[in-house]
């Protein structure tokens, strides 16, 4: 099942749409499949422009090195030295360059994901694709221009180095491309850009510790327990009460403020906590008969007809990213932009890792939203409407 994104803003104003103050659209009305919209504040995955166009140039560079073929000059032995040094000092430009190169051409992807991935901040898009605090590019630079500098003192000598020319495009075109075709399977910008040696990959870590600390228990059945949805349907006809959804609706705050109590998301009375389905109780980390549960909600917004039940559920874990942006010391401190960046990144790889178990098809719905002044009931309600249409 793949991940989704709602769009649950229907009929909302733009001062209280939970999403932004971006326009959001009428959701399409389908037959029984939910309606997908992402959100402007949940980020599209990114495509291979930077791939495509690294790939173009590399090979570009090796056809010019192919066409032009250096030419020799005969230098005197008094110059081989200067030579031979600065051979090595041009071709470590080259490999330089051929960096910049690739960092561009992974810029041309992220200029696309300007307002989604970094609030319409172009520096903070230069920041990150040519990782610039990080100074020793800068003075590798210079060292060796300085050294290119010293060597070609002597006009000879540098006639002799300049002539290498299309050798050097040519390495550059194959350092281009070498690097492009092996990190093609990757995210190249989450792998490379976004988490620099400061900012670590947070999010990954901790989706990975949810999905396997708490998804993987209480979704699918295992040998002492029913799944989500059997147990779901024991509480319906327990309690005489319908489920909207049978779905657990994980909840991802764009803030990663975790609330103590859904209640203090809505105005008083709009979501009630109603009881718990029957916890899954498993021997783990030290701790014998440790029980997991899912509750069950009551949702009724001001001016709806009928109240909804649902099962929902705001990994705690995400108030771990908050907490480094509030309280975090010197060597854990995020910025608030890091912050989202993370959370972000822990609601794409959640995705991936329920989207690649069978045994939680059909058991989960992912919600990414900007929780500032937003009215939860009112959202979760719009979300189980249009799921029905």
Request: proline share 5%.
């Amino acid at each position: 099942m793949p991940l989704k994104i709602y769009d649950t803003g229907k009929g909302l104003t733009p001062q209280t749409d939970y999403f932004g103050k971006t326009k959001i659209r009428e959701p399409k009305k389908t037959s029984s499949n939910p309606v997908k919209q992402e959100p402007s504040g949940m980020p599209k995955n990114r495509g291979y422009r930077a791939e495509i166009l690294a790939f173009t140039i590399g090979s570009g560079l090796l056809l010019i090195a192919f066409l032009f073929p250096p030419v020799k000059h005969e230098g005197h032995g008094s110059q081989q030295i200067a030579v031979q040094v600065g051979f090595l000092m041009w071709f470590g430009m080259t490999f330089v360059m051929a960096e910049i190169i690739r960092r561009v051409c992974l810029f041309s992807e992220e200029i696309f994901h300007l307002r989604t991935r970094y609030d319409g901040s172009i520096s903070r898009v230069v920041l990150h694709v040519f990782n610039s605090r990080n100074s020793a590019n800068f003075f590798t630079v210079i060292i060796l221009l300085s050294l290119l500098f010293i060597s070609s003192s002597d006009p000879m000598v540098m006639t002799e180095i300049s002539s290498h020319w299309p050798t050097s495009f040519g390495l550059c075109g194959l350092y281009i491309i070498f690097i492009s075709v092996v990190k093609l399977t990757e995210n190249l910008v989450d792998c490379e850009v976004l988490l620099d040696d400061r900012v670590m990959a947070i999010g990954h870590g901790l989706a990975y510790s949810y999905y396997y600390g708490f998804l993987k228990i209480i979704l699918p059945a295992s040998e002492n327990s029913q799944s989500l949805r059997d147990r779901a349907s024991h509480f319906e006809f327990e309690e005489k009460i319908q489920l909207a959804s049978k779905k657990m609706l994980i909840l991802i705050p764009d803030t990663c403020f975790c609330t103590p109590s859904f209640q203090d998301m809505a105005p008083c009375g709009q979501i009630e906590r109603v009881k718990t389905l029957e916890d899954v109780i498993i021997c783990r980390a030290g701790m014998r008969g440790r029980p997991y549960s899912a509750t069950v909600y009551l949702i009724q917004p001001e001016g709806s007809k009928a109240p909804v039940y649902v099962m929902m559920e705001m990994p705690s874990i995400l108030f771990v990213l908050y907490e480094m942006n509030t309280i975090g010391h010197t060597n854990s401190k995020l910025t608030a932009f890091e912050r989202t960046q993370q959370a972000q990144a822990f609601c794409r790889v959640l995705g991936r890792l329920l989207e690649d178990d069978p045994s939680c098809k059909d058991m989960y719905d992912i919600i990414y939203f900007k929780d500032q002044n937003a009215n939860l009931a009112q959202m979760i309600y719009d979300h189980v409407q249009n799921t029905k249409q």
